[in-house]
């Protein structure tokens, strides 16, 4: 089974990564996405982070009417900071029968040589892209304003997908919510529910 990785802190998840995450299962050649949840690194301040099974459980809500889309909690049980590479090893010992990708999004393809063993990551694994307008970067890798790295983007194993531009982003929900505004537009209407019951991000 062909499984494709999005990685991501979803604090919360919202309608963006799920437009991503089914256009993804849908038009690219991937069986099933993990939605894997980036554990909290107990190395940095919490801020606005939620629990780490709080921010599952918004994920598995948001994806239990999507049969081909599946929370994972694989790296809350692994060193922090959570490295790709390490992540990767793991789920090849785990699920051997299953060929795993990388989803991201432009900006993170930028910064791609500045992972750990991104060279091994490029060898084993291909890596699903996805348009961005902004930089934002994944938790534990380096970010920065790169220029576009042209011959990362025409690597074999990386393929360019023409999937929608949506920016919508969980800091501004948060920020939202804290002001009282209604954002339920933009979350699916479980995890809109599940947050207004529990009071999140209100303070």
């Known amino acids: ?8 802190t979803y604090n919360p998840i919202h309608v963006g990564h799920l437009i991503i995450a089914n256009h993804m299962a849908e038009y690219a050649d991937l069986d099933q996405i993990w939605m894997v949840v980036t554990p909290h690194n107990p190395l940095k301040k919490k801020a606005t982070l939620l629990d780490d099974q709080q921010r599952l459980q918004m994920v598995f ?12 909690d694989i790296e809350f049980k692994l060193p922090q900071p959570s490295y790709t590479v390490i992540t990767l090893e793991h789920l090849k010992e785990k699920y051997p029968n299953h060929e795993f990708s990388l989803i991201m999004g432009e900006d993170n393809l930028k910064t791609l040589h500045k992972w750990r063993n991104y060279e091994v990551i490029l060898e084993n694994h291909h890596i699903y892209v996805y ?12 970010i920065s304003d790169e220029p576009e790295n042209v011959e990362l983007k025409s690597h074999p194993k990386i393929h360019v997908i023409d999937a929608p531009i949506v920016e919508i982003s969980s800091t501004f929900i948060r920020n939202n919510i804290k002001e009282g505004k209604n954002i339920q537009p933009l979350l699916p209407p479980k995890v809109w529910e599940y947050i207004d019951h529990n009071n999140f991000y209100k303070k």
């Open 1 to 8: 089974m062909k499984i494709g990785l999005y990685f991501g």
């Open 61 to 72: 809500l948001a994806t239990e009417d999507y049969p081909k889309i599946k929370p994972s």
């Open 131 to 142: 348009p961005r307008l902004e930089a934002k970067g994944r938790t534990g890798e380096a």
